[in-house]
């Protein structure tokens, strides 16, 4: 099994806020990883580091090493703009750009150039399918963004990341925002995806931890307690703590 | 306090607030009325046709001439080559303190931009006569002492900031999840500005425009002061021109009579300079309603 990103000794600061403490983990390839602690255990920040996210956010600072094939996300001189094509997200809240479906969808693929015109309809029809959306959009791919549901908005936001070809796609709750119906179709995407891609996803709910990951990483306070397979974390959890939370005594 | 009591007060400050609203409305129909009242007594007397088709603006002369389209181009000259100032100049000095410039950075700046444009515009008459005028008459030799481009360059000036604070204002009220949205995917800074952030606050941004364009049509100081006192259908930059408000204010200062058909013009041309104001911002409502994102 091939380790997609490796992480290191990982130390993350907000200011004088310690929020990730000597993180050690493995995402293997076209795997599901999901990351799962209360509020504030620090489990976002850790997925805002792979893709130097963090980078936008004024006074924080990371060292440690994240290897991601053979290079160190966290050196200063990685070009995070190549390296956010490579890695891509989605939020927590569906962000669509204010624009039409395809322009969605393309905005990436014309920034990033080298696409001729023609290949644009097969790159959006291509993206939308891969995101379950293709057939709901199909006929209204010029009306705004801002017409579709939250769950449609969300998946297109899905499709405007797989655009950009990325290896690694990075979720940060993405259904916390969707009712359940919403939600479960982005789950059974999340099993089609992980063919190609390999999934990072931060979640609230340990259900869908359970359903949906093939490992799962239990982070409290910044430190990443426990990690392992999916189903050895929710039945044989080796820490006391990881046992009160996937428990329910706190979170 | 009884409910009595308390539903009077209310009542009471209700009544104060209409009161205090009605004022400005009573105020803009009064203006309107005395411009339009005058103006008609202007066209009895004046043929509405020579009015807006004749190419000659020269109501003191003997024989009197009221073509008003020299002022009217004069007026455009000036709206136009100040947008040429105002409107990229603050555009980019949005871009750059809205998505460029680190908080600190766009703490000290955006005060000073700000300072600008509370500068009285007497001070940027005097400016653009006596340094942009002789700075342009030191590369371009051809230069009229007064003329058109050195005003267009201090109204551009002056309109900047109002173009730098409220295009800010715009581009700041995106929602930073779009702007992460488009990081995430691996954009530049410029990229998520221009293709992202500009669009997304077009509104904003137009009626930004659109108002630094009525100010230059509006503005009367300094062109006053630095365009010169010759209406002019000809569109050299270089040469004397008169506007509108320029005309206007050299009638309110020369000793005409009132109820003379030369103080009768200022109201006909004043009357022009209101239509053309209601335009563009009818115009700007239309584009702001047109264009407005909801988040």
């Known amino acids: ?251 | 306090m009884t409910k009595k009591k308390y539903l009077f007060q209310e009542k009471l400050i209700e009544v104060v607030l209409v009161l205090f609203a009605s004022i400005s409305i009573l105020t803009t129909i009064g203006i309107v009325f005395s411009l339009l009242f005058e103006t008609m007594i202007f066209f009895s007397e004046v043929s509405i046709f020579e009015f807006f088709t004749s190419i000659r603006w020269a109501p003191v002369f003997d024989p009197p001439s009221f073509g008003v389209l020299p002022l009217i181009t004069g007026t455009l000259l000036i709206a136009i080559l100040s947008s040429l100032v105002s409107l990229p100049l603050g555009l980019g000095t949005a871009i750059f303190l809205s998505e460029f410039a680190s908080s600190k950075v766009r703490k000290v700046i955006k005060p000073i931009i700000e300072l600008l444009a509370g500068i009285p515009s007497i001070v940027y008459g005097f400016f653009a006569l006596t340094f942009i005028t002789p700075l342009l008459r030191s590369f371009l030799p051809n230069t009229d002492i007064f003329n058109a481009l050195s005003a267009s360059i201090a109204v551009g000036i002056m309109t900047l900031p109002m173009v730098a604070s409220l295009s800010e204002d715009a581009m700041m009220s995106v929602p930073n999840s779009i702007r992460q949205g488009a990081y995430a995917l691996g954009s530049t800074k410029l990229e998520v500005a221009i293709h992202v952030i500009v669009p997304a606050a077009f509104s904003g941004i137009a009626s930004s425009f659109v108002l630094a364009i009525s100010r230059a049509i509006g503005e009367t100081m300094i062109v006053a002061i630095a365009a010169g006192q010759t209406p002019s259908m000809s569109l050299n930059p270089l040469g004397s021109i008169q506007t509108m408000t320029g005309f206007m204010v050299n009638m309110a200062l020369g000793d005409i009579q009132q109820g003379s058909i030369e103080f009768k013009t200022v109201f006909a041309v004043g009357s022009v300079l209101f239509v053309i104001t209601l335009i563009m911002n009818l115009f700007a409502k239309y584009v702001i309603a047109k264009n407005r994102e909801v988040y």
């Open chain 1, 1 to 251: 099994m091939t380790v997609k990103v490796k992480v290191e000794n990982l130390n993350f600061y907000y200011g004088d806020f310690q929020a990730l403490k000597n993180i050690n983990i493995e995402i293997h390839e076209n795997k599901i990883t999901a990351l799962i602690g209360p509020s504030g255990c620090g489990k976002s920040t850790f997925i805002k580091t792979i893709d130097r996210m963090y980078d936008l956010i004024e006074d924080t600072r990371a060292d440690g090493h994240i290897l991601f094939d053979e290079m160190d996300i966290l050196k200063s001189d990685v070009d995070v703009v190549e390296l956010r094509k490579r890695i891509g997200m989605v939020f927590q809240k569906p962000n669509p750009f204010p624009k039409s479906i395809s322009e969605n969808v393309l905005y990436a693929v014309k920034r990033h150039g080298d696409v001729n015109k023609v290949a644009f309809n097969e790159i959006v029809e291509n993206s939308l399918r891969k995101a379950s959306l293709w057939d709901e959009v199909k006929s209204k791919l010029h009306q705004s963004a801002f017409s579709l549901s939250g769950g449609q908005q969300q998946r297109l936001c899905i499709a405007r990341t797989l655009a950009t070809k990325p290896e690694v796609i990075l979720m940060d709750e993405p259904t916390s925002a969707l009712d359940p119906i919403a939600t479960s179709k982005i789950e059974e995407l999340l099993q089609e995806l992980k063919k190609e891609y390999t999934v990072i996803i931060v979640t609230h709910s340990m259900q869908q931890a359970a359903r949906i990951s093939d490992y799962t990483g239990f982070f409290l306070n910044g430190e990443l307690i426990e990690f392992g397979n999916t189903k050895d974390i929710f039945t044989n959890p080796k820490d006391k703590r990881t046992e009160d939370y996937i428990t329910g005594r706190y979170g």
